[in-house]
Each structure stands twice: as structure tokens, then as C-alpha cells.
């Protein structure tokens, strides 16, 4: 199957940083999304980004499908923006195959 | 407009009984998905219902089985529970793929289950 890798694993930034969370996948993918999970679990959605370029907010993100690879940047950040970033894709067989995630630490 | 709904929050088993989960799908969304997610990991694909049937299975054991009602509601039922299914059960729904002409769409996920076996 696909495989989809995420760096780092963990990040710690003091609250005003900015970041950039990396996606790298090993086949070509017709969806790519990214999701932040909150502390209860809740899977929220970020971005649909299967290529091109997306922002909203401080947040914006970058996948380049020729290079199999996706970027998620984060602007002055908050103590909110904590928890753990998930990359997600679907390689035209329906399910997501997710990485192990980014844990983000943002310190006041 | 309600997104996508899971019941119960919590649940405890003791192994080898059995659970049913459920989940009902964002409004317009007739798909759903299934994961489980265990402490620490990402969540792993389950299997896919679309139109009552099982359309696409990951590698889980046939304890795990599921249903997919008129309504486009569904229901994940795992047999013979295990100390190893402990974890947070995610339901997601996404439109029709029925014939995407390999398009794909965005999936949306339901709080979850987070289900404990003793």
C-alpha cells in the first residue's frame, strides 16, 4: 500500500512562530487532505489539497503531486494551534491512508 | 447543517463479548468509512459502505463487520473482542463515489468511539 511519511514527529514553538509540517507519499494520490486533531479526538478538517496551493487564515498549505509531497505552514502561532496535525491520502481506492501525525506543543 | 454524528462516546467491554458502534453521516453524504485509531498512532481504514454494501475492506479480521441502512446510516460490529481492539473508532462520510471518473472527494469524521476492553 501507500505509504505516507510526516516530519518532524514533534514540534514545540513558542506562541508567534511560524512552522512548516511536511508530507511526503509514496505514489500518486487523487486526495490529499490534512487534519488537526483536537484533544477529545475530534478529527478536524483543514485542508482539501490534492495539488495547488490553499489558505485560510494563518494556515495555508502547498501539495506538489509530480513530487509526491505536501507542506502545511502555520503563521504566528497560537497556544490553540496545539494537538496533532494529520496527513491523509487516497491513491483512487476509496479509503485514506494516514501518517503518524505531527505532534505540535505552541508554549505562551 | 449537522455534521457527522457517532454513539456512544465511551463504552468499556470486558473480552470476548461483542459492541456495536454507530454512526450517521453528514447531511447530502451517502458513503461512510470506518477507521480505528490506536493510542499514539494514525487511524487505519477499516472498510468503506456504499449503496448497503461493503464496497472496500483494509486489513482487519472478520470480527469486524458492518452494515449500511437505507438512511446511509451505518453500524460497525466487532465479535470476540480482543485487549488489542481497544481504541478510538472513527466514522467518516464523504458524497457519492460512485462513479467518480477518478475524482475524489473530501471525508469528514465524526468525534468518535472510544472504546475500552477489559
Known amino acids: 500500500g501507500i505509504q505516507v511519511e510526516q516530519s518532524p514527529p514533534d514540534l514545540i514553538l513558542q506562541e508567534g512562530a511560524n512552522s512548516t509540517l511536511r508530507c511526503n507519499f509514496s505514489?500518486?494520490?487523487?486526495?490529499l487532505q490534512w487534519f488537526h486533531q483536537n484533544p477529545w479526538g475530534q478529527l478536524i478538517n483543514l485542508f482539501y489539497?490534492?495539488?495547488g496551493t490553499k489558505q485560510n487564515g494563518r494556515l495555508s498549505a502547498t501539495t506538489v503531486a509530480t513530487e509526491r509531497y505536501s507542506l502545511l505552514y502555520i503563521s504566528s502561532s497560537q497556544t490553540t494551534d496545539s494537538g496533532v496535525y494529520f496527513c491523509a491520502v487516497e491513491r483512487y481506492d476509496y479509503k485514506l491512508s494516514f501518517g503518524a501525525g505531527t505532534t505540535v506543543t505552541v508554549r505562551a | 447543517d449537522a455534521g457527522v454524528t457517532q454513539s456512544p462516546t465511551h463504552l468499556i467491554k470486558t473480552r470476548g463479548q461483542q459492541v456495536t458502534l454507530r454512526c450517521s453521516p453528514k447531511s447530502g453524504h451517502d458513503t461512510v468509512s470506518w477507521y480505528q485509531q490506536a493510542l499514539g498512532q494514525g487511524p487505519q481504514f477499516i472498510f468503506q459502505y456504499y449503496e448497503e454494501e461493503e464496497r472496500q475492506r483494509g486489513n482487519f479480521p472478520d470480527r469486524f463487520s458492518g452494515h449500511q441502512f437505507p438512511n446511509y446510516s451505518s453500524e460497525l460490529n466487532v465479535n470476540a473482542l480482543l485487549l488489542g481492539d481497544s481504541a478510538l473508532y472513527l466514522c467518516?462520510?464523504?458524497?457519492?463515489?460512485?462513479?467518480?471518473?477518478?475524482?475524489?472527494?473530501?471525508?469528514?469524521f465524526g468525534p468518535g468511539t472510544r472504546l475500552t476492553v477489559t
Open positions: 467518516a462520510s464523504s458524497p457519492t463515489m460512485g462513479d467518480r471518473g477518478g475524482d475524489s472527494y473530501e471525508q469528514y
Open positions: 505514489d500518486s494520490v487523487n486526495n
Open positions: 489539497i490534492p495539488s
